[in-house]
């Protein structure tokens, strides 16, 4: 008798707990044509380095794609500089070629999708004021028997 009643309680949950469950079907998307993707590091006093490629879609996978053979270029108000295929997606621009605290644009252009335009600031290099150092004490480490001493920098920017 008494294994009725534990049976009973347990076919119910059963029952139950199998209404909780949902299988969902594929999920299906509209796949979109694939866009460039620009990533840049711009700095006025090193050479300016960008990276093409193409965005994937959420189901990718793959490796990263490059874009080779695109017209990149960057404008001011004043001039217009065209970067160079390195290899593999990257465009550079030779250093000194850029000034900080000017407003530029940068626009690409490739065959198979969509000119892309993007506007920025080059900012402005922090000026350093001055430069502190403080020995704080000697260390007793013999690996090579040289003394190691530790000390403390202190940077102040303007």
Known sequence: MKATYTLFP???AAILLSGCTKILN?????????????????CPDSTVSILLCRSLDMYDR????????????????????TLHNDSSGWYS????????GTSYSLQAEADGFTKISSSFT??????LES???????ELDVNYSNVPVTKGKLTLHFK
């Open 10 to 12: 347990t076919l119910i």
């Open 26 to 42: 594929d999920f299906e998307f509209v796949d979109k044509d694939p866009l460039l993707v620009v990533q840049a590091k711009v």
């Open 62 to 81: 793959r490796e990263i794609r490059p874009v080779d053979g695109a017209a990149v270029s960057i404008a001011s108000a004043s001039e217009s500089l």
């Open 93 to 100: 621009l030779a250093p000194g070629q850029i000034t900080a």
């Open 122 to 127: 080059v900012p402005l290099l922090p000026e």
């Open 131 to 137: 430069i502190d150092t403080a020995k704080v004490k």
